[in-house]
């Protein structure tokens, strides 16, 4: 192969190339829509997000077992706070997982829906979108779904 073989993008097409997490308001459901573009299988991924903070300084997630809040953090943008999940991408093509965000205190509630596409092993390294960090790997033997400790 030559040094040439490289893909190459137009420069007028690179603004087309965005590398920010897309996050969307549902108008249909009133969910938070995070687009996070191509993760691979078995990785799991620290996700910060900005979302609006009407739902006050207590915020809880709901049960998810591929998706947790780790921190809220308040952000230097006026009415945004800095949510960061932990996501296990457990498995191929289109995922979508939904944390629900719930503050006990005013009752308020919105659900974050998590989109992407993920690459199966040996498919390729993608390149993550800025607010997204691998932060490790799980094994097939290390699933939380079995408490199955296997022969002795």
Not at 89 to 104: D, I, S, T, W, Y
């Amino acid at each position: 192969m030559s040094a040439d073989s490289h893909v190459h993008f137009d420069p007028s097409q690179l603004p087309h190339h965005n590398l920010e997490i897309i996050v969307e308001q549902n108008s249909i459901d009133d969910a938070m829509d995070v687009h996070l573009g191509f993760l691979q299988v078995d990785h799991i991924y620290s996700i910060e997000v900005p979302i609006s903070h009407s739902l006050g300084q207590n915020v809880q997630c709901s049960q998810n077992l591929f998706v947790r809040l780790l921190n809220v953090q308040a952000s230097s943008e006026p009415d945004l706070d800095t949510f960061t999940f932990e996501l296990f991408a457990h498995k191929e093509r289109l995922m979508q997982e939904v944390a629900v965000l719930e503050n006990p205190d005013t009752g308020k509630s919105m659900a974050v829906k998590f989109h992407a596409r993920v690459l199966g092993k040996h498919k390729g390294t993608p390149a993550l979108k800025n607010g997204i960090r691998s932060i490790g790997i799980r094994s097939e033997d290390e699933s939380e779904c079995s408490d199955w400790q296997g022969f002795e």
